[in-house]
C-alpha cells in the first residue's frame, strides 16, 4: 500500500506563517517575532523565501543544515530558500530581517553576472558597512506608506542583494566556479518541485524538452555526475534533515519520502552516506 509523501519539516513563509509574502518585501527587526517565542524559533525552512539577517545588538545561534553556529553582534546572515534553519537568540537582542520573495530575486538576478550563484549559499559573516546602510533604509521605506513605495523598495531590494552578494564573494563565500547552465538550473527546480514523485532521469528530461542522455551529458560536465546522481542527492539531503531535525521513526521518513518499502530507503540511504539512518541518527546524538 502506498502512501502520500509529505515533508516533515515545517515550510514557512514567514515563521509560523503559510500564507504568501503580503508585499514586495518584508521587514521587520528581530525582536518583533522572536519575543513571541520566547527569543526561539524552531528549525524549519523557506520554500519561495530568501532571508537577510542583520544582528545588531545582543547575540545568540544559529542552526544551518544541521550546523550551530554563534551569532555575535555586527553579524549579517544570508539564509538562501530551501536551507534548514532556526535561531536561538539572548533576549532583548535587536537587529532587522528581511524577506525576499523568490519571484523578486528570479526578476533581480540576471543570468550570467553570478550573483545568484553566489547568494544560494548560506553565510554567516561579518556585517557589510555599505549593506547595513542599506538594509536600515529598507526598514524605514518599509515602515512608511508615502507615494512611489513599491518601487524604493524595489530598488533597495536589489541594492541590498548586490552589496551582500559582493561582500560574500570578498570574504571567500563564492567559488570561482562558471555559472550554472540555464538547463541546469531548470533541472534543479524541477528536482526540488517532483523529488518526492520519483521522477525519473527520462521524466524530467522530457519535461525540459531533451533526451535523457543529453541531461546527464550536461551534469557530468557541470558537475562531474550523472543526472540520476543529482536526483539521488536531492532525496537524500531530505532525509539526513528530518533525521537530524525530528524524532519520527525511519520508516515514517521513508513512506513521507515517498519510498514504498523502509527497507528499500535505507538501502538507498546507506549507498549514498555510508551509514544507516539509524547508524546516522546514533551518530549525531554521539556529536
Given at each position: 500500500?502506498?502512501?502520500?509523501?509529505?515533508?516533515?519539516?515545517?515550510?514557512?513563509?514567514?515563521?509560523?506563517?503559510?500564507?504568501?509574502?503580503?508585499?514586495?518585501?518584508?521587514?521587520?527587526?528581530?525582536?518583533?517575532?522572536?519575543?513571541?517565542?520566547?527569543?526561539?524559533?524552531?528549525?524549519?525552512?523557506?520554500?519561495?523565501?530568501?532571508?537577510?539577517?542583520?544582528?545588531?545588538?545582543?547575540?545568540?545561534?544559529?542552526?544551518?543544515?544541521?550546523?550551530?553556529?554563534?551569532?555575535?553582534?555586527?553579524?549579517?546572515?544570508?539564509?538562501?530558500?530551501?536551507?534548514?534553519?532556526?535561531?536561538?537568540?539572548?533576549?532583548?537582542?535587536?537587529?532587522?530581517?528581511?524577506?525576499?520573495?523568490?519571484?523578486?530575486?528570479?526578476?533581480?538576478?540576471?543570468?550570467?553576472?553570478?550573483?545568484?550563484?553566489?547568494?544560494?549559499?548560506?553565510?554567516?559573516?561579518?556585517?557589510?558597512?555599505?549593506?547595513?546602510?542599506?538594509?536600515?533604509?529598507?526598514?524605514?521605506?518599509?515602515?512608511?506608506?508615502?507615494?512611489?513605495?513599491?518601487?524604493?523598495?524595489?530598488?533597495?531590494?536589489?541594492?541590498?542583494?548586490?552589496q551582500l552578494a559582493r561582500a560574500m564573494a570578498g570574504s571567500g563565500a563564492a567559488s570561482d566556479a562558471a555559472p550554472a547552465p540555464e538547463l541546469l538550473a531548470r533541472f534543479e527546480a524541477l528536482i526540488d518541485?517532483?523529488?518526492?514523485?520519483?521522477?525519473?532521469?527520462?521524466?524530467?528530461?522530457?519535461?525540459?524538452?531533451?533526451?535523457?542522455?543529453?541531461?546527464?551529458?550536461?551534469?557530468?560536465?557541470?558537475?562531474?555526475?550523472?543526472?540520476?546522481?543529482?536526483?539521488?542527492?536531492?532525496?537524500?539531503?531530505?532525509?539526513?534533515?528530518?533525521?537530524?531535525?525530528?524524532?519520527?521513526?525511519?520508516?515514517?521518513?521513508?513512506?513521507?519520502?515517498?519510498?514504498?518499502?523502509?527497507?528499500?530507503?535505507?538501502?538507498?540511504?546507506?549507498?549514498?552516506?555510508?551509514?544507516?539512518?539509524?547508524?546516522?541518527?546514533?551518530?549525531?546524538?554521539?556529536?
Open positions: 500500500m502506498s502512501r502520500s509523501p509529505a515533508p516533515l519539516i515545517p515550510n514557512y513563509n514567514l515563521f509560523g506563517e503559510a500564507g504568501d509574502l503580503p508585499d514586495v518585501v518584508h521587514c521587520e527587526t528581530i525582536e518583533t517575532r522572536s519575543r513571541l517565542h520566547d527569543w526561539e524559533l524552531a528549525v524549519h525552512r523557506h520554500a519561495r523565501l530568501h532571508q537577510v539577517l542583520l544582528l545588531q545588538e545582543g547575540g545568540g545561534e544559529a542552526s544551518l543544515e544541521g550546523a550551530r553556529l554563534a551569532l555575535p553582534p555586527g553579524t549579517l546572515l544570508n539564509v538562501p530558500r530551501g536551507v534548514v534553519h532556526g535561531f536561538r537568540f539572548e533576549p532583548e537582542t535587536r537587529g532587522l530581517v528581511v524577506t525576499f520573495a523568490a519571484e523578486m530575486l528570479d526578476q533581480t538576478l540576471r543570468p550570467g553576472e553570478g550573483l545568484r550563484e553566489i547568494l544560494a549559499e548560506a553565510r554567516v559573516m561579518p556585517a557589510d558597512p555599505e549593506a547595513t546602510q542599506s538594509l536600515t533604509a529598507l526598514l524605514n521605506a518599509f515602515s512608511g506608506r508615502d507615494f512611489a513605495r513599491a518601487q524604493i523598495l524595489r530598488s533597495l531590494a536589489g541594492l541590498v542583494l548586490g518541485a517532483h523529488y518526492l514523485q520519483h521522477w525519473g532521469v527520462a521524466d524530467y528530461a522530457q519535461a525540459l524538452a531533451v533526451s535523457a542522455a543529453h541531461l546527464s551529458r550536461l551534469t557530468r560536465a557541470a558537475t562531474g555526475r550523472p543526472a540520476s546522481a543529482l536526483i539521488e542527492d536531492r532525496l537524500v539531503r531530505e532525509a539526513r534533515r528530518n533525521l537530524v531535525y525530528t524524532n519520527l521513526p525511519v520508516s515514517r521518513i521513508a513512506y513521507a519520502l515517498g519510498f514504498e518499502d523502509p527497507a528499500y530507503f535505507t538501502r538507498v540511504f546507506t549507498r549514498a552516506t555510508g551509514l544507516s539512518p539509524r547508524a546516522f541518527r546514533q551518530r549525531l546524538a554521539q556529536a
